[in-house]
């Protein structure tokens, strides 16, 4: 594979993408995008199985070792992430049109599959929290910033469960460092930039999904989800890739197994596939 930073514009065609040029340049700019019907009714069925499966799988939901022990439980029930290797029949991550838009908006010649998997919170009886301003970068270990994570409707979800709220530019602050999600926010993120770093960015936005909506957020963008203030859990599906020129950095991240990737290289294949 070639080390190109960049695939240029031209490269692109209206019938290779499912991104059109508007839609790409509006993602640069924003850092964030929404997809209405990203996931048809058969890939729903899908995903709805294996958010189940991790979900119960999930020891912090039950048993000796509670997910009340989390200090961050009532941010999220589960965050697990499902090994590559486990996803590929459940065909969403390694989806070739979905890896394909990451691609197109990244703007790199290839795309890794870095994490997939359910992103669950709580419904208001169990203390639903809100989901704290935070960068995606400075939590991952990645050497540069293209990458992107697919945030996926599973059930509807209307602005009362918490869906992804974005602050529009936020990506061109670059990073503002690693945020301790156990807190709540305490005051307008906004106003923790500098006067100039704010002039980059709009106002916050949020809207509520469909079950097969996806949003679509750059690495580096602040982002944020509201309480759950309804009584049932909200249930999404994250898909995180990046370009296939990422070098690992070593930073923790809980999401690397130990020993397995070398600093200073490229995401081994094997484990992160090179979907497009
Ligand atoms: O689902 C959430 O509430 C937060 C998810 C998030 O921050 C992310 O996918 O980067």
């Not at 400075?138 to 293209?146: E, H």
């Not at 059930?155 to 301790?180: C, K, N, T, W, Y």
């Not at 909200?234 to 930073?251: E, F, H, Q």
């Amino acid at each position: 594979m070639q080390n190109v930073l960049r695939k240029p514009d031209e490269a692109f065609t209206q019938s290779d993408s499912l991104v059109n040029r508007d839609q790409i340049s509006k993602f640069r700019r924003e850092g964030w995008m929404k997809i209405d019907g990203l996931l048809g009714s058969e890939a729903l069925v899908r995903v709805r199985g294996a958010l189940k499966a991790a979900v119960e799988a999930d020891s912090r939901f039950a048993g000796e070792k509670s997910y009340r022990d989390d200090p961050r439980f009532r941010q999220m029930y589960s965050n697990l992430r499902v090994p590559a290797a486990q996803s590929r029949d459940l065909n969403i991550g390694w989806d070739p049109r979905i890896a394909g838009i990451a691609r197109d908006l990244l703007g790199v010649p290839h795309v890794q599959l870095f994490t997939e998997g359910p992103l669950v919170k709580p419904p208001a009886q169990a203390g639903s929290r809100m989901t704290r301003w935070h960068q995606d970068l400075p939590l991952q270990p990645f050497d540069r910033k293209d990458a992107l994570t697919v945030w996926i409707a599973v059930e509807d979800v209307p602005l009362e469960q918490g869906p992804l709220a974005f602050l529009p530019g936020s990506h061109r602050v670059g990073p503002i460092g690693r945020r301790d999600m156990r807190f709540d926010e305490e005051a307008d993120i906004t106003t923790q930039l500098t006067p100039e770093d704010a002039e980059l960015v709009g106002k916050p936005v949020c809207q509520a999904l469909k079950a097969g909506d996806a949003t679509i957020h750059s690495t580096l963008v602040l982002h944020s989800a509201g309480r759950n203030t309804t009584d049932r859990p909200r249930y999404a599906w994250a898909v995180t890739y990046m370009s296939a020129d990422t070098l690992y950095t070593g930073a923790s991240s809980g999401t690397v197994e130990s020993g397995t990737l070398k600093i200073n290289e490229r995401f081994d294949p094997e484990l992160y596939p090179i979907i497009v």
